[in-house]
Nanobody, 123 residues
Framework: QVQLQESGPGLVRPSQTLSLTCTVS??????????WSWIRQPPEKGLEWIGY???????YYSPSLSGRASISRDTSKNQFTLQLSSVTPEDTAVYYC???????????????WGQGTQVTVSA
Protein backbone atom coordinates (compact mmCIF):
# COMPACT_ATOMS: atom_id res chain seq x y z
CA GLN A 1 0.00 0.00 0.00
CA VAL A 2 0.98 3.62 -0.45
CA GLN A 3 2.17 5.26 2.74
CA LEU A 4 3.41 8.78 3.39
CA GLN A 5 5.18 10.03 6.49
CA GLU A 6 5.95 13.65 7.37
CA SER A 7 9.00 14.56 9.41
CA GLY A 8 10.71 17.72 10.60
CA PRO A 9 10.93 20.14 13.50
CA GLY A 10 7.74 20.93 15.38
CA LEU A 11 8.82 24.44 16.37
CA VAL A 12 10.08 27.20 14.07
CA ARG A 13 10.99 30.76 14.98
CA PRO A 14 9.31 33.73 13.25
CA SER A 15 11.12 34.94 10.13
CA GLN A 16 12.87 31.59 9.73
CA THR A 17 12.22 28.80 7.22
CA LEU A 18 9.93 25.87 7.92
CA SER A 19 11.32 22.64 6.45
CA LEU A 20 9.46 19.33 6.27
CA THR A 21 10.17 16.06 4.50
CA CYS A 22 7.68 13.49 3.22
CA THR A 23 8.90 9.92 2.83
CA VAL A 24 6.85 7.80 0.42
CA SER A 25 6.63 4.01 0.33
CA UNK A 26 4.58 1.75 -1.92
CA UNK A 27 4.86 4.10 -4.90
CA UNK A 28 7.58 6.01 -6.68
CA UNK A 29 7.46 9.80 -6.73
CA UNK A 30 8.68 9.58 -10.32
CA UNK A 31 5.88 7.27 -11.45
CA UNK A 32 4.13 8.60 -14.57
CA UNK A 33 1.14 10.83 -13.77
CA UNK A 34 1.78 10.92 -10.01
CA UNK A 35 1.78 14.27 -8.21
CA TRP A 36 2.75 14.99 -4.61
CA SER A 37 1.35 17.81 -2.49
CA TRP A 38 1.73 19.63 0.76
CA ILE A 39 -1.47 20.70 2.53
CA ARG A 40 -1.94 22.39 5.89
CA GLN A 41 -4.70 23.01 8.41
CA PRO A 42 -4.36 25.92 10.86
CA PRO A 43 -6.12 25.58 14.22
CA GLU A 44 -9.89 25.86 13.87
CA LYS A 45 -9.59 26.42 10.11
CA GLY A 46 -10.02 24.37 6.98
CA LEU A 47 -7.49 22.62 4.79
CA GLU A 48 -5.27 24.81 2.63
CA TRP A 49 -3.41 23.36 -0.34
CA ILE A 50 0.15 24.67 -0.57
CA GLY A 51 1.54 23.17 -3.76
CA TYR A 52 2.67 20.04 -5.53
CA UNK A 53 5.65 18.53 -7.29
CA UNK A 54 5.01 16.30 -10.25
CA UNK A 55 6.56 13.06 -11.38
CA UNK A 56 8.88 14.93 -13.75
CA UNK A 57 9.89 17.54 -11.18
CA UNK A 58 7.57 20.38 -12.19
CA UNK A 59 6.01 22.41 -9.39
CA TYR A 60 2.80 24.35 -8.98
CA TYR A 61 1.81 26.46 -5.98
CA SER A 62 -1.19 28.12 -4.46
CA PRO A 63 -1.02 31.76 -5.53
CA SER A 64 -1.29 32.87 -1.91
CA LEU A 65 1.92 31.03 -1.00
CA SER A 66 3.87 30.95 -4.25
CA GLY A 67 6.24 33.65 -3.07
CA ARG A 68 7.30 31.74 0.06
CA ALA A 69 6.80 28.03 -0.65
CA SER A 70 9.29 25.78 -2.39
CA ILE A 71 8.86 22.05 -2.99
CA SER A 72 11.78 19.87 -4.00
CA ARG A 73 12.54 16.16 -4.10
CA ASP A 74 15.21 13.53 -3.62
CA THR A 75 14.31 10.71 -5.97
CA SER A 76 17.03 8.42 -4.61
CA LYS A 77 15.28 8.49 -1.23
CA ASN A 78 11.73 8.68 -2.61
CA GLN A 79 11.21 11.87 -0.61
CA PHE A 80 9.88 15.33 -1.27
CA THR A 81 10.39 18.41 0.85
CA LEU A 82 8.56 21.62 1.73
CA GLN A 83 10.38 24.84 2.56
CA LEU A 84 8.24 27.77 3.66
CA SER A 85 10.23 30.92 4.23
CA SER A 86 9.64 34.01 6.38
CA VAL A 87 7.16 32.26 8.62
CA THR A 88 4.84 34.01 11.07
CA PRO A 89 2.54 32.63 13.78
CA GLU A 90 -0.19 32.45 11.14
CA ASP A 91 1.77 29.59 9.56
CA THR A 92 1.14 27.46 12.65
CA ALA A 93 -0.76 24.40 11.43
CA VAL A 94 -0.85 20.66 11.03
CA TYR A 95 1.05 19.95 7.81
CA TYR A 96 0.20 16.99 5.60
CA CYS A 97 1.75 15.44 2.55
CA UNK A 98 -0.45 13.60 0.06
CA UNK A 99 -0.60 11.98 -3.34
CA UNK A 100 -2.61 14.22 -5.62
CA UNK A 101 -4.94 13.84 -8.58
CA UNK A 102 -4.37 16.63 -11.11
CA UNK A 103 -6.61 17.84 -13.91
CA UNK A 104 -4.57 19.88 -16.33
CA UNK A 105 -2.37 21.71 -13.83
CA UNK A 106 -4.95 22.04 -11.06
CA UNK A 107 -5.16 19.75 -8.03
CA UNK A 108 -8.61 18.22 -7.75
CA UNK A 109 -8.18 15.72 -4.93
CA UNK A 110 -5.87 13.53 -2.89
CA UNK A 111 -6.08 9.78 -2.48
CA UNK A 112 -3.33 9.00 0.02
CA TRP A 113 -2.36 11.15 3.00
CA GLY A 114 0.28 11.17 5.68
CA GLN A 115 -0.83 11.35 9.29
CA GLY A 116 0.15 15.02 9.57
CA THR A 117 2.67 16.79 11.74
CA GLN A 118 2.12 19.79 14.00
CA VAL A 119 4.31 22.80 13.32
CA THR A 120 4.20 25.78 15.66
CA VAL A 121 5.71 29.16 14.77
CA SER A 122 6.57 30.98 17.97
CA ALA A 123 9.33 32.99 19.57
Amino acid sequence: QVQLQESGPGLVRPSQTLSLTCTVSGDSITRNNDFWSWIRQPPEKGLEWIGYIGYGGSTYYSPSLSGRASISRDTSKNQFTLQLSSVTPEDTAVYYCARTIVSGILPVGHDYWGQGTQVTVSA
